[in-house]
RNA sequence: UGGGGCGUCGCCAAGCGGUAAGGCACCGGAUUUUGAUUCCGGCAUUCCCAGGUUCGAUCCCUGGCGCCCCAGCCA
C-alpha cells in the first residue's frame, strides 16, 4: 500500500529499542497491548496497537494481547470480545500469545503473601474514606495507619481470611508498606488488593479479592517476558511503584516501562466516560454509530485499516501533549480511498433534467471507466436518456462569479456524456426550479466537441428511468468546536446539530443495485462511501458517505 | 505553593554542539471530461524567554515563564 511505504522518521521509543538490541541488552524485544475489557476500543487505542505490535513486528520481536481484567465490577465478556476483534480488524495478530492478568491471579496472591513475609505489606482495617484522609495531600505527607505494624501472623491470617471470603467489600484491603512521606503519592503505602464479591468475566467465582492495577501490571509483565513496557504519560507516576515490585518480588524478568503522549483528535471526544455518555443519552446511535470515534464506528463508517495504520505511523510518537487535526484522519482515508475505489455516478439532492432535443425513447450507452488513472480497473456501461437528475448544486440560474456549472445559457457537459446548453427553468409557485430543459450537442457524444471547443465544466448525472434509489447518509464531524474538551465548559454545547444528514431521494447509477458492502465507492465530485453493512440490502440500500472529497471551490 | 513531565511553523514532528527534515493545513501556478487526483513552487535568519559556556547552541549550564499529570478500595 502506497500510503504505508514512506519511510519513517525515528522515534524515541525506536531510538532505545535499537540502543537495546545493539548493546545485547535483548536478543528480541517484547511488547504487549494491555487494554482493559470496560469498554470498546477507539482511535486513542488504535495508537498504542499500532506502536505496540508495529515496534515488535518492525524489530523482529513479538507483540502480546493482555486484557488488564483486575477489575470484575466493570469488566465484561462482550468488551473482550469486541477488543479481539478490533485489533484483528487493524490488522494485528497475536498469534498465541493471547494473556489475561487473572490468569496470574494465583501467582500474585502468592507475591502478596511473600511481601507480608517480608514485612513489606499489611492489612487495613481503615474505611477508604479515612485512608484517604491519612494519605495527606500534594503538600502535605501522609500519616501511617494505626494498622500498619500488624504482625506478620496476624496479616497473614487475616489477608487469607480476606481470600476465604470472611469479609464483605470493603471492609479491608492489602497495602503495600512504602512511605507515607514519599513526595509520590503512589508510593503512601498503596492499596494492592481490595475484596469484591463478583464474578469475574475470564476468572469466574474463583476470587473475591482481586489485585490492583500497579500490583498486576508489572508483575504480568514480568511474567510474560515483556522487554518494553508502553503506555500512557498519566502513567509516569506509577513508574517508581512499578519498578519496586519488581525489585522486591521474585519476579522471572525485569521489563522497563516507557510512556507516551495519548492521541487527541480535534472535533472528537475520546475520554471513555464522554463516549458512554454519548450512547446512554442517546446523541449517537450506539458504540457503532458512524460519528463515533470508535474502531466500531469508523469502521461501519468505512474507515479502511490501511487508512487507520498510515495515520498512527503519519502523527508520530512523542512525549509532549498533542491535539492531531481531524484532517490529518480524513487525508489518510483520502489518499487509500483515491487509490482503491472505482468511481461512479451518484446524485444525492436530484434536479430532474430534460434534453428537449433528445429523441424520447433512444436510450445510449457510454463506457465510463472506473478509475480515470488506473485503466486496470475497467470500465462499466452508463446509460442516458431524455429525462436525467443532476445534482441541484450544480445548476444556479444567477451563478456567482467563476461558477462554471449548469447555468442558463451556457455549455456544460454531461461527464462521459454529451455538451448541453440550458436554455430554459420550470419553477413551482415558490420560484425554486423544479425542472431544467436543455439542448444537447448531437456531435459531441462522449463529451468531447468535434470543433475542439473547451468546456470548462463537467457535472454528473444519472439516467431518470434507469437510475436507482438509495438512502445516503452525509456524515460530518461530531463537534463544531476543535477542542470540545477543553477547559471546565461542557463539551456537549460543542455538538454539531448537522454531523449526519440523511438524503432519502437520492438516485445513483444502475451498477450500484448490487452493491457489496465491503466495496468503497467514490460517487464522483462528493467523495467516498460504502454500502451501510447493518442497514443497506439489496432494494433498499443505505450509503454512508465515509468522507468528502477537497473541495477548492466551495472554500472560496 | 510537594512530586513528575512537556515547551522546534496554525497542527503534528525530525534534529542529540557545526549553522532548522518531512507530513497535515494554508497560499500560488501547470495539467485535467471528477472545481478530485497528479505535478511544480511558496510557507521557522529561527527553535518559550533571559543570561552564561563555546570559534560556534534548538541541542550544554543557570534563572525565569507557560502548559499537562498525580491526593480511586479505576486502569
Redesign the pocket.
Known amino acids: 500500500m502506497s500510503t504505508e511505504s514512506?519511510p519513517q522518521?525515528?522515534?524515541?521509543l525506536r531510538?532505545i529499542i535499537e540502543d537495546d538490541l545493539a548493546c545485547g541488552k535483548h536478543q528480541v524485544i517484547v511488547t504487549r497491548f494491555?487494554?482493559?475489557p470496560?469498554g470498546y476500543l477507539h482511535i486513542g487505542h488504535a495508537k498504542s496497537i499500532c506502536l505496540n505490535f508495529g515496534l515488535a513486528r518492525h524489530f523482529g520481536g513479538r507483540c502480546h494481547l493482555r486484557f488488564?481484567?483486575?477489575?470484575p465490577?466493570?469488566e465484561e465478556l462482550e468488551y473482550i470480545e469486541s477488543i479481539k476483534e478490533s485489533v484483528h480488524w487493524l490488522g494485528f495478530d497475536w498469534g498465541q500469545h493471547l494473556f489475561y492478568?487473572s490468569d496470574n491471579f494465583e501467582q500474585l496472591y502468592q507475591w502478596a503473601e511473600y511481601l507480608i513475609q517480608q514485612g513489606k505489606a499489611y492489612v487495613?482495617?481503615?474505611?477508604?474514606?479515612?485512608?484517604?484522609a491519612y494519605?495527606?495531600?500534594?503538600?502535605?505527607s501522609?500519616k501511617e495507619s494505626p494498622y500498619r505494624g500488624r504482625s506478620v501472623e496476624e496479616n497473614l491470617g487475616l489477608f487469607r481470611r480476606m481470600k476465604s471470603g470472611e469479609f464483605p467489600?470493603?471492609?479491608?484491603?492489602l497495602r503495600a508498606r512504602i512511605d507515607m512521606t514519599a513526595?509520590?503519592?503512589?508510593l503512601?503505602d498503596?492499596?494492592l488488593y481490595?475484596?469484591?464479591h463478583a464474578p469475574h468475566p475470564h476468572v469466574g467465582n474463583t476470587w473475591c479479592i482481586?489485585?490492583?492495577?500497579?500490583f498486576?501490571?508489572g508483575q504480568s509483565d514480568a511474567i510474560e517476558g515483556i522487554t518494553h513496557s508502553i503506555c500512557?504519560?498519566?502513567?509516569?507516576?506509577?513508574?517508581p511503584l512499578y519498578e519496586w515490585f519488581l525489585a522486591n518480588l521474585p519476579v522471572p524478568s525485569q521489563p522497563r516501562q516507557y510512556?507516551f503522549?495519548r492521541l487527541?483528535l480535534?472535533y472528537a471526544v475520546m475520554s471513555k466516560r464522554k463516549l458512554h455518555e454519548l450512547v446512554n443519552q442517546h446523541i449517537v446511535n450506539g458504540w457503532d454509530d458512524p460519528r463515533m470515534p470508535t474502531l466500531m464506528g469508523i469502521r461501519r463508517r468505512g474507515y479502511t485499516p490501511e487508512a487507520v495504520r498510515a495515520f498512527c505511523e503519519?502523527?508520530?510518537?512523542?512525549?509532549?501533549?498533542?491535539?492531531?487535526?481531524m484532517?490529518?484522519l480524513?487525508?489518510?482515508v483520502?489518499?487509500d480511498l483515491?487509490?482503491r475505489t472505482p468511481?461512479v455516478l451518484a446524485v444525492l439532492r436530484p434536479l430532474k433534467v430534460v434534453i428537449d432535443n433528445y429523441p424520447d425513447e433512444l436510450v445510449d450507452e457510454f463506457e465510463a471507466?472506473n478509475?480515470?488513472?488506473k485503466p486496470e480497473m475497467g470500465s462499466r456501461t452508463i446509460r442516458f436518456s431524455r429525462e436525467i437528475f443532476i445534482e441541484q448544486d450544480?445548476f444556479a440560474e444567477a451563478?456567482p462569479k467563476?461558477?462554471?456549472?449548469m447555468t442558463p445559457g451556457s455549455e456544460v457537459?454531461?461527464?462521459?456524456?454529451y455538451i448541453v446548453r440550458c436554455t430554459g427553468v420550470v419553477k413551482d409557485e415558490n420560484g425554486t426550479v423544479i425542472e431544467v430543459h436543455c439542448q444537447y450537442d448531437p456531435a459531441?457524444?462522449?463529451?468531447?466537441a468535434a470543433d475542439g471547443r473547451?468546456?470548462?465544466?463537467?457535472?454528473?448525472w444519472v439516467s431518470a428511468s434507469h437510475a436507482i434509489d438509495a438512502e445516503v447518509r452525509l456524515f460530518d464531524r461530531l463537534f463544531t468546536d476543535p477542542n470540545p474538551d477543553r477547559?471546565g465548559a461542557d463539551y456537549k454545547q460543542f455538538l454539531n446539530p448537522h454531523s449526519v444528514e440523511v438524503l432519502s431521494a437520492a438516485k445513483l447509477e444502475q451498477h450500484l443495485a448490487t452493491a457489496d458492502p465491503e466495496i468503497r465507492y467514490?460517487?464522483?465530485?462528493?467523495g467516498y462511501f460504502r454500502p451501510d453493512p447493518l442497514d443497506s440490502e439489496p432494494g433498499r440500500l443505505v450509503f454512508n458517505r465515509i468522507v468528502t472529497?477537497?473541495?477548492?471551490?466551495?472554500?472560496?
Not at 314 to 325: A, F, Q, T
Open positions: 514512506v522518521p525515528s522515534n524515541f531510538t494491555p487494554p482493559e470496560n488488564d481484567d483486575t477489575n465490577a466493570k492478568a487495613e482495617d481503615l474505611t477508604a474514606d479515612e485512608i484517604r494519605r495527606g495531600t500534594l503538600t502535605e501522609g467489600d470493603g471492609a479491608k484491603v513526595s509520590n503519592m503512589n503512601r498503596p492499596v481490595r475484596i469484591i482481586y489485585p490492583m492495577y500497579d498486576a501490571h500512557t504519560l498519566e502513567f509516569e507516576d506509577h513508574k510512556e503522549a487527541n480535534t503519519r502523527i508520530g510518537v512523542g512525549r509532549s501533549d498533542s491535539w492531531i487535526d484532517s490529518v480524513e487525508e489518510c483520502r489518499e483515491n487509490e468511481r471507466a478509475h480515470p488513472q450544480d451563478p467563476g461558477f462554471f456549472r457537459r454531461l461527464r462521459y456524456a459531441s457524444r462522449g463529451g468531447s473547451k468546456i470548462k465544466g463537467t457535472i454528473h477547559g467514490q460517487f464522483e465530485r462528493q472529497l477537497k473541495d477548492a471551490w466551495s472554500k472560496k
